[in-house]
């Protein structure tokens, strides 16, 4: 297994680029984890403070010792660290920004949830659009473009089945058009406060063969 790129790091965080196809953490039916490799690659343990979806690809913050994840919890579960993705979807949100407040959970135990959006580009029917994370619940982002009528292209959870079947036999589209793309941290960390990195290539070639123009800046949610 290849090294995980680390953008940045010191004594007590990582900020890691995390692949797609890769679990944060292991369990059953899972060989590795972005855990494990980390884990060898700084040959010390590491300590996840938030989590991206297995077939999510982005920025991920991890600490290197206890009392630094208990700080970077704290901060997540506020307002002080801002979260923000992009994703393609199969169809036009009917109002060009907004938020979406559907709970998200199961049965009974659904919890109030929050994302903001915001619409990049379209090509005819598919979207590049912008969300930031207010709340940070499982899946939450995939739930909510899927509730507006805009599910991620090759969610095989929520999205549109019958299309990720038809795009990926005309596109070649077979994983999961999501990333954490940027990440802005509160000055009281001490570290550079904004970062955002490049689509990662299976999103590029998406956004390409869909004909979504790329906006002057991504940056503007």
Known sequence: MKDISVLYKDTDILLINKPCGIPVQGGAGISISLVDILTRQTGSPVFP?????????????????AATASRLTRLLSGTEIVKKYCAVTMGVPSQLYGSITT?????????????????????????????????????????HLASIGCPILADDKYGNFPLNRQIRKDHGIRKLQLVANELELPQELNLPRHFIIPFPDHMMRCVESLGITFPLSIDTI
């Open 49 to 65: 403070v938030h989590r991206l979806d297995r077939e999510t690809s982005g920025l991920l913050l991890v600490a290197r010792n």
């Open 103 to 143: 709970p998200v959970g199961r049965g009974i135990d659904k919890k109030n949830a929050e994302t903001r959006y915001r619409v990049l580009a379209t090509a005819g029917t598919y979207s590049l659009i912008s969300a930031e994370l207010i709340t940070g619940r499982t899946h939450q982002i995939r739930i």
